[in-house]
């Protein structure tokens, strides 16, 4: 339907228009948002073109939204925007308030995936620039809401701490997203953290822009819908403007901006918005809609409509409004052929530089040393490491639920908010999306975040936060954002008499397989305590985004062997640790035990127990689950390797640590053993199901005879 919208705006821009003042837009301003407008259609259908041709590779358009040029326009070049992919105008206009690179430029550059797109360079066709304080944004539904409320959060809160921040102390943070994804338990969360926040008097100035064209790619949003669900929400100051109009939608901007800016409180932009050329290049719109209903939707064309606002103005004649419209088809169109075979990555070194100039330097970092006081248990050392953590870092925030005045579920930060304060040690809203949203977006910010996830299984339903926000940001950005992050999870199985299995939880699995992110498991507190530190360098230091995991069982543990023994106890002084090194308890020569977590105490002690039948054990406790410390695990292997994995047999652990071993050209006997591929139960029964000390001896006998 390309060629249809573009016909028929030619044949109807001289139709009559009436007389239409142009409100609170001057006639060059008007002019300007007409230009936006102009190049983010014709981008679109350059898309087309180059889909046509095989050479564009992203072609979800902005037809119909182009409006939302008017938002930009009410808003400041440094106020931070997170952006819904259909926002080519919102993104056309900001740059012509900015300077620099060539924007109509920088977009086809994105669509032909070509390796000088200026954000991304080829990686993702997105919105986004750092001198433009656009955050990219990919194929989001929704998940960037809970971002964009911790960036506004986090604009006020770095100011509160005298933390430098890269966005002006009066910024407003703008999200735009579609009403489709309105409905997504994402955009619910994070709209309803916003509220809350302004409610408990935190402030919070955020700009949720819905641009309501009333289908989710084919499937009608209720008409009214919106509206009804956001229009008379406490504390949400709600806006409503017609999107073909970009005078009402201007205006409506400004207002609502302008109440943010004020208020320091969230408002809501509800933009009726109209969707053209369907919802992406390979969307069959005529598919599940009549042909009548898309031809009415012609007539309501921001772009038709802005050129007849300016026609009735007398800023243009009918012609003129046409020769603009031709010109910026010629302007895009002959940089889209120059573009169309600029050269792309070729390589998997060049695809990955983000991630692995972040491995590399992450490899490296150690942290410092530090002393614990005597018998000090792991939850104990991870507190002391929390509270040096927020000494040396002024930029430093913890966050969560229950961790300020409970001091957390087990006591890990006990104590912390009353030696921070309760600006930088904070409870939230119980919804995990948010808080680790919050995290994402106070590491933009220039905040430290160090948000709590209470249990590993509370994890799952917000685990894309981590994976597609937080994760990813290096990645799209080129390097040019970061958001450094530590999020501590309490986790694993073992914990005696609060069990079953939202409180004891072995699925790593979702963590594993993410590019790019440190991911810590300390078994004992002395590591605990060294490997924070090393987690906050690296994030400070590197934006590295650093998954701390728990073990619940061992939080109070003591003795190792006896009762009374304190052999799990740490205490004195504390020696650096490097980021993926692997600790070693003994020398022996005849099995190598590789784990990590739980399985360390429990390792140990069957090593003691193999003695008696001869086998002379080392154990390697991994520590960091991801890089995994390959090297180190190969240096002290025997001749045989058992690797005790208390995670699940299928996606656990093991399956990645054998498989490294295979790929280094380890050429001894490995064996494994792990837990079952099992929900864990209540009590007892969890017993049959968890890793235990008698299987890792059986299996350690077994592999070496």
Known sequence: ??????????????????????????????????????????????ARWLRTQGKGYYTIGSSGHEGNAAVAAALRVTDPALLHYRSGAFFLERARQGSGSDPIRDVLLGLVAAADEPISGGRHKVFGRADLAVIPQTSTIASHLPRAVGVAFSTVRARKLGVESPWPADAVTVCSFGDASANHSTALGAINTGVHSAYRGVPLPLLFVCEDNGLGISVPTPRGWIASNFESRPGLEYFHADGSDVVDTFEQAVKAVNHVRRHRRPAFLHIDTVRLMGHAGSDVESSYRTPREIVADYARDPVLCTARLLISANVLTPAEAVELYEAKRTEVMNTAKEIADAPQLTSASAVMRPLTDVASAVSSTTSAALDLPAGSTLAQSINVALRRILDEYSQAVLFGEDVARKGGVYGVTRGLADAAGPARVFDTVLDEQSILGLAAGAGVSGLLPIAEIQ???????????????????????????????????????????????????????????????????????????????????????????????????????????????????????????????????????????????????????????????????????????????VEDILADAASCVLVVDETRRSGGVSEGVIAALVDAGYSGKIGRVASEDSVIPLGGAALHVLLSEDRIVDAAVTLVS
Not at 7 to 36: C, I, K, M, N, W
Request: net charge negative; glycine share 14%; with cysteine.
């Open 455 to 629: 249990y590993l299984a509370y994890l799952h339903n917000a685990a894309d936060q981590i994976r597609g926000e937080a994760s990813t940001l290096q990645f799209f950005s080129n390097r040019q954002y970061r958001n450094p992050m530590i999020v501590r999870i309490a986790g694993y199985g073992y914990q005696k008499g609060f069990g079953g299995h939202f409180h004891n939880d072995n699925a790593v699995a979702a963590l594993r397989d993410i590019p790019g992110i440190v991911v810590a498991s300390p078994s004992r507190g002395d590591d605990a305590a060294a490997m924070l530190g090393a987690c906050a360098s690296a994030a400070v230091e590197h934006g590295a985004v650093c998954i701390f995991l728990e073990p619940i069982a061992l939080y109070h543990t003591r003795d190792l062997h006896e009762e009374g023994d304190g052999g799990w106890l740490s205490g004195g002084h504390v020696g650096s640790v490097r980021i993926g090194s692997a600790r070693i308890y003994g020398d022996g020569t005849d099995l190598t035990i590789v784990t990590f977590g739980n399985g360390v105490p429990m390792s140990l002690r069957a090593a003691r127990r193999l003695e008696a039948h001869g086998i002379d054990v080392r154990v390697v406790d991994m520590r960091w689950l991801a890089p995994l410390p």
């Open 1 to 46: 339907m390309a060629g249809s919208i573009d016909e028929y705006f030619l044949e109807h821009v001289g139709g009559p228009s009436g007389q239409r003042p142009l409100g609170s837009l001057t006639p060059g301003r008007a002019l300007e948002l007409y230009d936006a407008q102009l190049g983010s259609r014709h981008l679109d259908l350059a």
